[in-house]
Structures are given as structure tokens and as C-alpha cells.
């Protein structure tokens, strides 16, 4: 019997109470399943704890099943989860956090969401265990990421994801894009779903986020919306822009020029007046710039056949 590979990546930062039990708990559900041969990858994101020690002792104990990756320093999620996804060679990745708040039982419900056509499923807390001043700018966050993305999820910084392989191989984290991972895949083409999954009660350690994270995910935000929207045409959102600001800056100075002519108005010291030939410079900078992106864009078109699903 054929069986298909499981991959499960875990984050660790300071999670020294958890990481053991977490496995425990993983492997209770995952042995249960039938098909499955499953492997794990613990990356240990700087921890100034035991972390490591609990993840060596892992390896120790399951030689074959359990990879410990660990950083020289804390470089954040997207880093580790990146590093795991460079490693991993499955059908399948499941990505949790190793605080315990993401409860294993669910995992079957993410195979089973995979088997009805998606690529991706990504988890919903529905009912949050965390304390208002994480989950308040979760809620505006969210709002915002599905305006601005036009991905219809509920909560893109969960988690708890499943996807397939080829989802990983083709999304690349930098920075803190990890909770952006649903607009990224959307936008090389892969089908989104999403799963309400049960959210537990931190038991061990704090927090490693909050409404602090909330300016650098919205300026993430507008990164991830250029690079999904804009990426291939980057003459539209400057050349855009440049449009805007120079018809502006066109319509202020020939108001001006009007005043002038017809009624005889000094313009020459107006701010009015620097204002409109602020904006058509700007104007003209921006479109050139465009320009100049779509050149080098040309220059280096990725290859289509990246973006086949499949042949006949």
C-alpha cells in the first residue's frame, strides 16, 4: 500500500513546557490515520530557553521522525517557517504553533478539507483564548487584509495551516509575511479554503504578539497587496499614481494660469502655484519610474510553465 507523506512544521520560540507535549499530543491523532507517514521539523527560533534541549531530546528518542532545526538568533516566523518549508518533502505540511493553543484533533478536518479540492486550508479561530489587546487589532487587521487583498478569510494570521506540497515550494517568506501566507498562494493561482478550528487556552509561557505588531502588519499588508497586485505590471500602480498626481498638478496650474490672464492675479508667489508644479514633477517622476519598472520586469518575466497546474 502507497502511503502519502506528512510534514508538520513548528515554529519554537521559548516554548521549553511545550514542545514534548506537543509532539505527544500530535502523535496521538496521527497515528490514528490510515496512508499516512508523517515526520516532523521543530525550528528553533533563537530561544533563550531549553527549547533546543527538549527538541534534541525528540530527536533522540524518534532518530527518523523528528528534524530540529535551529537559528543562530531570533530572525522571526516567516524565517523559521521558510526554513522549514526549504527542508520539507511531503504531500502534505501542516504548519502549528508549538504554544499549545492549536489542538492536533483538528488535523484530520484539514486532510479532509485538502481531499474536496484545495490547496491550502487555513485555520479559524472562531472563539479566542487571548486577551483583547491581541485579539481587538486581529479583528481590524483582518478587515483590513480582505478589503485590501480580496481573500475572503476570517483569520489570516492563524497558525494552523495545512497545505499542499507544491504550495510551499512556490511561496516564499521574507520579513513578516507569514501571516500573509493565504494572499501570497492566491496570487501564484492556488485555491484557498478555510477550517474553524478549536482554539485553546495558553497554559504555558506569554505571548509573543500583540496590538505592538499592529503599524508593522499594516505596512506588510501594503507590501504583500503590491508584490500579489503589481509584481507583473508595475507601470499600473506608478504609472497610476503618476497620472493622479500629474493631472493635479495640470488642473491647479491652468486655474492659475486662468486667474492670470483673465483677471489679472499674481500667481508668481502663490503656494498654490509651487504646489502645481510640485505635483506635475512628481507626476512625471512617477510615470517615468513605471516605465523603467516595466523595462526591468520584461527583462526578468519568470517562466510560465511555473504556473501549470496540470497537463493532458
Known amino acids: 500500500m502507497s502511503h502519502r507523506k506528512l510534514s508538520f512544521i513548528i515554529p519554537v520560540y521559548n516554548e521549553e513546557a511545550t514542545v514534548i507535549e506537543l509532539y505527544e499530543r500530535i502523535e496521538a491523532v496521527v497515528s490514528e490515520l490510515d496512508g499516512w507517514e508523517h515526520g516532523y521539523y521543530f525550528v528553533d527560533d533563537g530561544s533563550g530557553d531549553d527549547s533546543w534541549k527538549a527538541i534534541c531530546d525528540l530527536k533522540i528518542e524518534n532518530p527518523t521522525r523528528v528534524h530540529g532545526l535551529r537559528l543562530r538568533r531570533n530572525f522571526g516566523k516567516a524565517e523559521a517557517l521558510q526554513l522549514g518549508f526549504d527542508e520539507a518533502d511531503a504531500d502534505v505540511v501542516i504548519t502549528m504553533d508549538s504554544d499549545l ?3 492536533p484533533q483538528e488535523i484530520p478536518n484539514f486532510l479532509s478539507k485538502l481531499d474536496q479540492g484545495y490547496d491550502l486550508v487555513s485555520g479559524w479561530k472562531q472563539v479566542r483564548h487571548d486577551p483583547i489587546d491581541k485579539t481587538l487589532p486581529s479583528r481590524v487587521f483582518n478587515a483590513l487584509a480582505r478589503v485590501g487583498s480580496g481573500v475572503q478569510l476570517h483569520d489570516f494570521n492563524c497558525g494552523f495551516k495545512a497545505y499542499r506540497g507544491i504550495v510551499v515550494k512556490r511561496v516564499k517568506l521574507f520579513g513578516e509575511l507569514h501571516r500573509f501566507i493565504p494572499i501570497l498562494a492566491d496570487a501564484e493561482g492556488f485555491r484557498i479554503g478555510e477550517l474553524p478550528v478549536n482554539h485553546l487556552p495558553r497554559l504555558h509561557g506569554v505571548s509573543k504578539y500583540g496590538s505592538k505588531r499592529f503599524v508593522k502588519g499594516l505596512l506588510d499588508l501594503i507590501t504583500v497587496i503590491v508584490l500579489t497586485r503589481y509584481l507583473r505590471r508595475p507601470a499600473h500602480i506608478f504609472g497610476g499614481a503618476g497620472l493622479l ?12 494660469s486662468f486667474m492670470k490672464i483673465f ?3 499674481g500667481i508668481g508667489g502663490r503656494p498654490l502655484f509651487f504646489l502645481g508644479i ?3 514633477l512628481l507626476g512625471a517622476q512617477l510615470v517615468s519610474l513605471g516605465l523603467v519598472a ?11 510553465s511555473n504556473h501549470i497546474s496540470e497537463t493532458v
Open 101 to 103: 493553543q492549536d489542538d
Open 245 to 256: 498626481f500629474g493631472s493635479i498638478g495640470f488642473l491647479i496650474l491652468f486655474y492659475l
Open 263 to 265: 483677471f489679472g492675479e
Open 278 to 280: 510640485l505635483l506635475l
Open 294 to 304: 516595466e523595462i526591468i520586469n520584461r527583462q526578468s518575466k519568470q517562466d510560465p
